[in-house]
């Protein structure tokens, strides 16, 4: 055997491995989701967002987000198409425990247009709500600073396919009832179903 079919018999036995290999074979994993204005796919950056991206994944192999819903429709001032749809599980679903939080400061992600982040109250107490970005929204990025507001949102992923349906949702009915005076003009009337949510 001569050396050039030895080294193309290695080649193709390297090439196979890496084929072979799930770390390696598999890419970023991608999620649809299913409502009743069509499919959103999101890609999510496991590796650089990895405790978000993996507590996002748990509700989605738990079914959680099925029965759920697009409740919130934040909406630009002066900018049509612009800010940004929020998400839940389905009512009365088991939440797990809240997650660390991932600033972008660290994580180099940005609130882009498409960008998935969670949603949250004080840093570290992000559960499930999630929102998607309709335009680049970069005041939710983190800043320099020990503040609640500094430290901004955690970007965890971005949608791939089905930003039409993005924007469709944020240009729902908003005259929904609410307890929370800053999101008044926000809530959709009728909420958007989430019918399903899945690896793909």
Do not use: W
Not at 18 to 30: D, E, I, Q, V
Not at 119 to 145: H, N, V
Not at 148 to 172: E, R, S, T
Not at 177 to 186: A, D, H, I, L, R
């Amino acid at each position: 055997m001569t050396v050039s079919k030895i080294a193309r018999r290695a080649l193709v036995g390297a090439l196979a491995m890496l084929a072979a290999s799930p770390a390696l074979a598999a890419g970023k994993p991608r999620v649809a989701i299913e409502t009743d204005k069509g499919t959103i796919v999101v890609e999510l950056e496991d590796q650089k967002a990895p405790i978000t991206a993996k507590n996002f994944l748990y509700y989605v192999d738990k079914h959680r987000f099925d029965g759920g819903q697009f409740f919130r429709a934040n909406r630009a001032k002066g900018a049509p198409g612009a800010g940004s749809i929020q998400g839940q599980p389905k009512p009365y679903s088991r939440r797990a425990p809240p997650i660390a939080h991932e600033s972008t400061l660290k994580t180099g992600l940005k609130h882009k247009a498409g960008a998935i982040s969670m949603g949250r109250d004080a840093p570290g107490s992000a559960t499930a709500d999630f929102f998607i970005c309709a335009s680049a929204q970069p005041y939710l990025d983190a800043k320099p600073g020990k503040s609640d507001a500094a430290q901004g949102y955690a970007v965890f992923g971005y949608v791939v396919q089905g930003m039409d349906v993005v924007k469709k949702i944020l240009a729902g009915r908003t005259d929904g009832q609410t307890n929370v005076p800053s999101m008044k003009g926000q809530i959709l009337n009728p909420p958007v179903k989430i019918l399903s949510m899945k690896r793909v």
